[in-house]
């Protein structure tokens, strides 16, 4: 039978790239994964590992083996989740991931009601992007990860994991006050005509490679314009002050406004491009765990709160 912990160092290293980043992450020295690995390859008679430069790679007979070794840990999760859900009291420790926006409405909320219904749960939060924490999610540095999907720009569904909606957080466009839209013709102005309107305008996006900006730039040149991008950052709390001094255009979240009345004028976004879907995301036979459920009743009730 092979030794489960040198498996899970092997899948430890699939995730993580690197025997340094291994070793890092479990606090052991990069030899001492080294020389786990090599104990491995003797134990099932085949190489596991091939050097690609100065870094390795998988073999496909390691591929085989981390599969099952997902199976197996999969397994480990659900007999865990039916340990706790034989005691009567909620314990131990929750390891969340979140967003800016989730973690400044939905997660305060969520931890306020944990406290008070699962006094001895321990729930340790990490404000972290969905582009870093999902893979950290799979390899266990966290529980429970709070990630969002923009319009037309949906993840990957992994068989490893478990995911399950929470809510949508409509999208709008933000404008500085005194910016005036003209009008074309009678009526209202529309949500595409407002987007043209303010083509000419600097504007504040998420950084390139994120969700956020794909989006953003996909639904600007639908438009028929490319956004002039002056400010570029991840904090949508600059975003929302940039737009309130005057200096840029923005597409906000109505999470980012915490509940409270917006302080600049928002208008609604073209059909199809009205809001964000926001996910909580486990690790495939994590989600019967009573901790996982208590947090993602207290995120549905929070998000419940806010609309």
């Not at 569904?157 to 957080?169: F, G, I, P, S």
């Not at 074309?184 to 996006?205: D, F, M, Q």
């Not at 904090?235 to 979240?253: I, K």
């Not at 019967?288 to 929070?302: M, V």
């Amino acid at each position: 039978m092979f030794d489960l912990h040198r498996l899970r160092l092997l899948r430890e290293l699939k995730h993580r790239g690197t025997l340094a980043a291994v070793a890092a992450a479990l606090s052991y020295s990069p030899s001492s994964v080294s020389q786990q690995l090599s104990l491995l390859e003797t134990e099932v008679g085949v190489p596991l590992l091939e050097p690609v430069g100065r870094r390795v790679r998988l073999t496909e007979q390691a591929e085989i083996l981390v599969a099952h070794t997902e199976a197996v840990l999969e397994r480990l999760e659900r007999a865990e989740a039916d340990i706790a859900s034989s005691l009567t009291e909620l314990t131990g420790a929750l390891r969340v991931a979140c967003f800016q926006t989730a973690s400044l409405t939905l997660v305060i909320t969520a931890l306020t009601l944990l406290r008070d219904t699962h006094p001895r749960l321990r729930v340790h939060v990490t404000q972290v992007e969905p582009e870093i924490a999902l893979p950290a999610l799979l390899a266990r540095d966290h529980d429970l990860v709070i990630t969002e999907e923009y319009p037309g720009d949906p993840h990957p569904r992994v068989a490893e994991l478990d995911v399950e909606q929470l809510c949508e957080d409509p999208l709008r466009l933000a404008q500085p006050r005194g910016t005036r839209v003209a009008r074309s013709g009678k009526g209202a102005v529309g949500p595409t005509e407002a987007l043209r309107a303010l083509a000419g305008h600097p504007w504040v996006l998420e950084p390139e490679g994120s969700a956020a900006r794909r989006w953003a730039i996909s639904l600007c040149r639908q438009v028929g314009f490319e956004p002039d991008v002056r400010f570029e950052s991840s904090d949508l709390l600059l975003h929302r002050r940039l737009v309130e001094r005057g200096l840029a255009v923005a597409l906000l979240p109505d999470l980012v406004w915490e509940g409270r009345r917006p302080t600049v004028p928002l208008r609604r976004l073209p059909r199809g491009h009205q809001a964000r879907r926001l996910l909580t995301v486990v690790r495939a036979g994590r989600g019967g765990h009573p901790a996982i459920r208590a947090c993602r009743a207290a995120l549905r009730e929070a998000a419940g709160t806010l609309s």
